[in-house]
């Protein structure tokens, strides 16, 4: 008896958002299990994300199963304690501090080169491409570091920092094609090995370190995907150190995931199983972290774009699963494919954006002509 009710309650929410339960659509919910019920309405999106895990439930079209869910607003109607409880702890601690900073390397970074060469391009760029004028994920991904280059003004001789440097791709990138030199950081062992044997013989000095340690001086910085992982504590103190860094006249840009909303945490789901810790900065917290310390010259969106990407990630995921299949076993196969399919119906939705900021410590003489 109170498995139906259970039932309705889920039946009734989803219909809102055109999602029937067994129905004959790709993004209908197909129910393997019946206590997918009761625990998504006890444990919101965190028990929504785990009876996917454990196979209690799936759809043909996970990506369009969530475009629909999040653009009707129905996650914010299913909110559970243990998320109120989370959001609280937030706001009384510095999830990010200095002594946590490698956490998400060693969770998510460093889960294996082997994973993200299969399912990124060549240069393993982890962050949202440019389409603008791309047909492949390659030609995204160059296009995105190339605008990044113009919107940065590079030449050569030029001394560039790169805050979160991933797998080396972009510092390489602008050592070949502009003839900087590059200094990068992460927080992630795994991607600092590889980006020191990738970049090896292109002067590019890659570091594990955490950011907030820097002391030098550059024409140039740029963070590409890190942010996200900085804290809503600690914004201003970013912007400082890139700041007291950066030299009078240079230019700093910031490609960022950015929130429609102003929030202290990440989806549960997502911080447990993903990116512990992270959190999205709204368009306030930019504005209020900056002020003071930075001029706003350019804002580019274009988290469409991020949507595309995703479904690339996947497919390239999915097509070269069976290579590593048996390291990674099929419950982290429903795992990740629920993160990349999740997250691109979220872009769908317009519930989350990519934002491209560039700012200068005092303003461009005669001004900023931002590329496009």
């Known amino acids: 008896m109170a498995r139906d009710i259970f039932r ?28 997918v019920f009761p625990v998504v309405l006890s444990r919101g999106s965190m028990g929504l994300g785990e009876s996917y895990m454990n196979g209690w439930w799936d759809a043909a079209a996970l990506d369009h199963f969530f475009h629909r869910l999040l653009g009707t607003g129905l996650a914010e109607r299913v909110t559970c304690w243990r998320t109120l409880c989370t959001c609280l702890w937030a706001r009384l601690v510095n999830l990010q501090r200095p002594s946590r900073a490698f956490q998400v390397g060693r969770h998510h970074y460093d889960i294996g080169n082997d994973l993200y ?49 991933g797998w080396g791709g972009a510092a390489r990138y602008m050592a070949e094609k502009y003839g900087v030199s590059v200094v990068g950081v992460t927080v992630s062992r795994e991607q600092a090995a590889y980006a020191r044997e990738w970049c090896q013989g292109w002067p590019v000095d890659i570091r594990l370190d955490d950011y907030r340690t820097l002391r030098e001086t550059f024409d140039r910085v740029f963070s590409i995907g890190m942010f996200e992982h900085v804290g809503f504590k600690n914004y201003r103190l970013f912007m400082e150190v890139v700041r007291r860094n950066l030299r009078p006249d240079g230019l700093f840009l910031l490609h960022t995931i950015g929130s429609n909303t102003t929030e202290s945490t990440i989806d549960p789901w997502i911080d447990r199983y993903i990116f512990p810790n992270a959190v999205l900065p709204s368009k306030r917290q930019l504005c209020q972290s900056l002020e003071g310390i930075f001029i706003l010259e350019d804002w580019h969106n274009f988290g469409v774009d991020y949507d595309t990407t995703l479904m690339a990630w996947f497919r390239n995921f999915a097509s070269r699963w069976p290579e590593i299949s048996a390291q990674y076993g099929d419950r982290f196969y429903r795992m990740w494919k629920y993160y990349l399919l999740s997250c691109a119906g979220s872009f769908r939705a317009r519930r989350t954006q990519v934002w491209q900021l560039v700012l200068s410590p005092t303003g461009v003489a005669g001004g900023y002509q931002a590329p496009r």
């Open 8 to 35: 309705r309650r889920v039946q009734g929410l989803l219909a809102e958002a055109g999602i029937a339960i067994n129905g004959a659509d790709p993004w209908d919910m197909q129910v393997l299990d019946e206590r």
């Open 117 to 165: 060469r299969r399912m990124l391009d060549e240069r393993l760029i982890y962050s949202c491409g440019y389409w603008k004028n791309a047909t492949t994920l390659a030609e995204a991904q160059e296009a995105k570091l190339e605008l990044i280059c113009r919107k940065l003004g590079l030449t050569p001789g030029m001394r560039v920092l790169d805050i979160g440097c």
